[in-house]
């Protein structure tokens, strides 16, 4: 595969969450709503992308190191497709669970309006699962970088290697998230108003599962 459609997919998926109103600019509109300031609805834009971005280096990292400390003789080809199946069957069956359970877990409704980092921290981890469907793109842009330098690097220059594709990849996301969430929240903000939650609103968490569905199959098929 075209690493760079790995990339691509990645900004896709960011762009997608950006326009998701849990996720990114219905807390933005609030806020700038009730701060009566445009500064008010990217500064919660910008935390909702930290918080996001947090929740994938949490998830991301430890297997991108683990990944970089494998050796060759273990990290072969049939290895590597044996975890893409194994990936992709869990990306199937993550997203036929949020189709069967689309809420969001209760415990995140319980975390205050004034802590938007927090908020998405969470989201990021137990709801929208975006950590989770990065694993394979991670996982082929590191071993693609390995077998290109034939395991010749230090182990230091390895894991750096690896830490800095999965901040990478997470930040790709989060910048995706941010400047897709801030242009709607400030043209719900400054044009639309709150009628616009009530007349344009649009559930796309019934679409973000299907394409946990639409990943998993595509692996598959790949592997």
């Known amino acids: 595969m075209d690493l760079r459609l790995l990339w691509l997919m990645a900004i896709v998926m960011g762009v997608y969450q950006g326009f998701n109103p849990p996720i990114a600019w219905l807390r933005a509109v609030g806020n700038g709503l009730e701060a009566r300031s445009s500064r008010a609805v990217l500064r919660t834009t910008s935390c909702l992308a930290f918080g996001h971005f947090m929740s994938m ?78 694993v394979p793109a991670l996982i082929s842009l590191i071993t693609a970088g390995a077998w290109i330098s034939t395991f010749h690097m230090s182990s230091t220059a390895k894991l750096a290697g690896a830490t800095m594709v999965a901040l990478m990849l997470g930040g790709t996301m989060s910048l995706a998230l941010f400047f897709t969430g801030s242009v709607v929240a400030v043209a719900v903000y400054r044009r639309l108003g709150l009628r616009a939650i009530t007349r344009y609103w649009i559930n796309l968490d019934l679409g973000w599962a299907l394409m946990f569905i639409a990943m998993g199959l595509m692996g598959l098929l790949m592997g």
Not at 86 to 106: E, N, Q, Y
């Open 57 to 134: 280096v949490v998830f991301l990292v430890p297997i991108a190191i683990g990944v970089a400390e494998l050796p060759a003789s273990v990290l072969s080809m049939q290895t590597i497709m044996r975890v893409g199946w194994a990936l992709s069957l869990t990306l199937i069956g993550f997203g036929v669970f949020k189709v069967l359970r689309p809420h969001h877990p209760r415990f995140i409704a319980r975390i205050r309006p004034d802590q938007p980092i927090r908020w998405s921290f969470c989201m990021g981890i137990v709801h929208c699962g975006s950590p989770v469907m990065m």
